[in-house]
């Protein structure tokens, strides 16, 4: 049901419009899918994805003889969720078993990084796991209070040092804190100041070592958070990021306050990384791991 709320700017857009090229059209023709291309491209899917898309489309209706457009939308739907969750996908975290998950989170300012890594500190806490928060990003004025406001609010430690210190050091701090209090989870925020794209890719890389160096393996995840509402900004972002760093999952934040949803579908598809979870609303509880069929379904009912 989350979500089928969140997604409502998006199912009312764009569901909203293929119902009435449903109606418009009711014979499925060359017009058809020519407006259906354009409705996808409009919903951010993406060119390259929203081609692909349409011509198995095309070879399904051949197959199973689909003449009314009525009946295309399952297809639509089947395809979609397809494209939404490629088969070897590693939905869920990687959390380690034995010892501590070290997960690094990046992304630009104002995508929603502090506030993912508030819900996820929440989300593993609900799981039973026990959580700790690393202050990385001493760059951004205020990051760290921020962080520290989420800390309380779920009930976790943040560890930190002073604004303008050394990522890497606090880092270190984190580390050895969550190692001898036996914490399941440690979460990384990290700077994201992109004017200087050169340092902080330095920088991140350096955190990372200092990780590398401290936990054998680890880190088991980098989280890389991009912002639904800016389209082809996040996946730019997402191809800067991915250049420098092995991101291993993306979170999408603030699908609530877009209606072109279909974002997801050009990160999964053009950038080849599973998107892990997506946010759905500025609230604790508000972050769903991310599940194509019930995405879809949440677009489509
Ligand atoms: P940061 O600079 O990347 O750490 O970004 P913040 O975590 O400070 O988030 C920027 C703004 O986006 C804040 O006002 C958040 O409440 C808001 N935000 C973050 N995630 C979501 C989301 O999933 N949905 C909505 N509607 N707002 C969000």
């Known amino acids: 049901d989350k979500f089928k709320e969140g997604l409502e700017k998006t199912r009312d857009s764009f569901v909203g419009k293929m119902n009435e090229l449903v109606y418009?059209?009711?014979?499925?023709?060359?017009d058809f899918f020519e407006e259906l291309e354009e409705l996808l491209i409009s919903s951010d899917?993406?060119?390259t994805t929203v081609m692909e898309l349409i011509d198995q489309l095309k070879d399904e209706v051949r197959l199973r003889n689909i003449k009314d457009t009525k009946e295309?939308?399952?297809?639509?739907?089947?395809?979609?969720?397809?494209?939404?969750e490629k088969e070897g996908d590693d939905i869920g975290l990687n959390l380690q078993e034995d010892g501590m998950t070290v997960i690094l989170v990046?992304?630009?300012?104002?995508?929603?990084?502090?506030?993912?890594?508030?819900?996820?500190?929440?989300?593993?806490?609900?799981?039973?796991?026990?959580?700790?928060?690393?202050?990385?990003?001493?760059f951004r004025a205020g990051a760290i209070e921020q962080l520290e406001v989420w800390g309380d609010r779920v009930g976790v430690d943040v560890i930190k040092q002073q604004e303008g210190s050394d990522p890497a050091a606090v880092m270190y701090d984190a580390l050895k804190a969550a190692k001898s209090r036996s914490i399941d989870v440690l979460l990384c925020d990290t700077a994201g100041r992109l004017q200087n794209k050169v340092n902080l890719m330095n920088e991140l890389e350096k955190v990372k070592r200092v990780i590398?160096?401290?936990?054998?393996?680890?880190?088991?995840?980098?989280?890389?958070?991009?912002?639904?509402?800016?389209?082809?900004?996040?996946?730019?972002?997402?191809?800067?990021?991915?250049?420098?760093?092995d991101v291993s999952g993306i979170?999408?934040?603030?699908?609530?306050?877009?209606?072109k949803g279909g974002i997801v579908l050009a990160?999964?598809?053009?950038?080849?990384?599973?998107v892990k979870f997506v946010g759905l609303g500025e609230k604790m509880d508000d972050l769903q791991e991310f599940d194509a069929e019930q995405f879809v379904y949440g677009l489509f009912r």
Not at 108 to 118: A, E, L, Q, R, Y
Not at 226 to 242: I, P, R, V, Y
């Open 24 to 30: 418009k059209y009711r014979k499925v023709d060359e």
């Open 267 to 274: 990160i999964r598809h053009e950038l080849d990384i599973p």
């Open 72 to 84: 295309i939308q399952p297809v639509i739907s089947e395809k979609l969720a397809e494209l939404l």
């Open 45 to 47: 899917v993406g060119v």
């Open 251 to 259: 979170v999408l934040t603030k699908l609530d306050g877009t209606a």
């Open 106 to 138: 990046v992304g630009v300012n104002g995508v929603g990084k502090t506030t993912s890594i508030g819900k996820l500190a929440y989300h593993l806490k609900q799981q039973g796991k026990s959580v700790m928060l690393a202050a990385g990003d001493t």
């Open 212 to 245: 590398e160096r401290e936990v054998p393996g680890a880190p088991h995840e980098v989280l890389l958070v991009l912002d639904a509402t800016t389209g082809q900004n996040a996946m730019s972002q997402a191809k800067t990021f991915g250049q420098s760093t």
